[in-house]
């Protein structure tokens, strides 16, 4: 069979004939045909935006890979720090670059002191910690004189050392203050995972870790370093394709990750648990959603056709996690509405099955973190993702600034109406 499609432009009966390249073909071929003439796409449904070779993504299969590694083996088997370097430089680090690589991200997670105490002061005291962590990354850049060499890869390489290592600290800053307690300062002593829960935690010198805790928060971190093309990582590449610095966009695509339809959804996820407040009233809860009252939070996606590998890994990382702190209380009503969903037509019928964040809410919540700080804790991993596709779009000789085109649908032209003839 001919990996090909052929266009017929009946307008004008001109034929052009492209091939179909990985389930893709170019629109240059429509281009060709009529440079006026464009694709119809809200919400890029259909528009492959960019050669990407980060994450591989199977929606109806349900396959989940970072550069080609599978996620379950990366989750089990390896550490944030490593994936983060797997996605930024496209192999696993040998030990000696690992060494380096953790070396340098250890010693740069301290922030600039004004950033601690005039930046962060300048806020309502029930700011919320996404709203925060936002500002604090545009901020951020402020800092930094290489931050607009873009074009140096040396410096490049400088910013993403410091947005990976510095966002847990500004995250965990942003919850601290809100909380009204004092900052505390990282350590160059322990792991990543553990730099951040102690940052979160520690009341004076004291916090003792728990391993079970630091590997969950290990393995949240791996679970959600990166998934290709969605809203935030577009967001990312669009902002970063008018040559930004790498700071203002990942604000920008921390913007964008800030929304429910996106990483706020477990946020949403728990505030919907609350409210449904008992499994008896899970039925009726279904059936509000089956009547287009609301929607199930935490389940659906644009790309998943099929459960969510992630939200597999992190369902068994809960029980991992509620060994330690005793189950949620919420965890009955999420099982029971995941039952109900799954047997229920109308979840059937539109393949709507448990996404990444229907589980991770209550990890979160079990290890005490306020739901507010749930998207933050989605964003300190995405970074990475984020930085890796700055870098890919970087060097893609394909790529240019962002513009999409439009189809006008407003009126044609008309004469300015004085005021006086206005009714
Ligand atoms: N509850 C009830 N109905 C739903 C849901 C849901 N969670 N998700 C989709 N539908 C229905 C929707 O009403 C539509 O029905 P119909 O064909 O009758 O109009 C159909 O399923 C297709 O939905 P859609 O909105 O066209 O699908 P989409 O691909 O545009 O939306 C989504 C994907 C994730 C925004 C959506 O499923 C959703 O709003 N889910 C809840 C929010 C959520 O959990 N978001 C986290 C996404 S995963 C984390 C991330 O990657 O950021």
Not at 105 to 129: C, L, Q, S, W
Not at 231 to 254: L, Q
Request: charged fraction near 20%; glycine fraction near 6%; proline fraction near 6%.
């Amino acid at each position: 069979m001919a990996e090909t499609i052929t266009i017929t432009d009946d307008r004008t009966g001109q034929t052009v004939t492209v091939p179909i390249e990985g389930g893709v073909f170019p629109a240059s071929a429509i281009r060709s045909l009529d440079p006026s003439l464009f694709v119809y796409d809200p919400a890029y449904m259909q528009t492959a935006s960019c050669k990407s070779a980060i994450t591989y993504l199977d929606g109806e299969n349900g396959i989940l890979r970072y550069r080609g590694y599978p996620i379950e083996q990366l989750a089990e088997k390896s550490t944030f720090l490593e994936v983060a370097y797997l996605l930024l430089e496209g192999e696993l680090p040998n030990p000696d670059q690992l060494a380096t690589w953790t070396h340098d991200i250890t010693h740069h997670t301290f922030i600039h002191e004004n950033m601690r105490k005039r930046f962060v002061d300048g806020f309502h005291y029930d700011a919320h910690p996404m709203g925060m962590f936002v500002s604090a990354l545009a901020a951020l850049g402020t800092f930094y004189d290489g931050a607009k060499d873009i074009d140096d890869e040396e410096s490049r390489q400088r910013q993403v050392v410091r947005l990976i290592a510095k966002t847990p600290t500004i995250a965990a800053m942003c919850y601290r203050f809100s909380a009204g307690l004092p900052f505390n300062y990282p350590s160059n002593d322990i792991s990543f995972p553990a730099n951040f829960l102690s940052m979160m935690w520690k009341i004076g010198d004291e916090y003792e870790l728990n391993p079970v805790l630091e590997k969950a928060m290990d393995v949240l971190f791996i679970l959600h370093a990166d998934h290709e093309q969605n809203c935030g990582t577009t967001a990312m590449r669009v902002v970063g394709s008018s040559n930004a610095d790498p700071y203002s966009s990942a604000a920008a695509a921390a913007s964008a990750l800030y929304g429910p339809l996106h990483g706020g959804a477990n946020e949403a996820v728990v505030r919907m648990l609350n409210d449904i407040g008992s499994i008896e009233n899970v039925p009726a809860f279904i059936q509000s959603v089956k009547d287009g009252e609301g929607r199930l939070m935490g389940f659906g996606h644009r790309v998943y056709k099929n459960y969510d590998p992630r939200a597999k890994i992190i369902k068994q990382t809960a029980y991992d996690v509620f060994e330690v702190t005793g189950k949620n209380p919420l965890l009955d009503i999420a099982l029971k509405l995941e039952e109900v969903a799954l047997q229920d037509p109308y979840f059937v019928d539109r393949k709507l099955y448990p996404n990444v964040d229907f589980y991770s809410g209550l990890i979160y919540q079990a290890m005490g973190f306020p739901v507010e700080m749930f998207t933050v804790l989605f964003a300190i991993p995405r970074t990475a993702g984020w930085l890796a596709h700055w870098q890919e779009l970087l060097a893609d000789k394909e790529q240019k600034i962002s513009r999409p085109r439009q189809w006008y649908v407003g009126p044609e032209t008309r004469d300015y109406v004085p005021m006086s003839s206005r009714s």
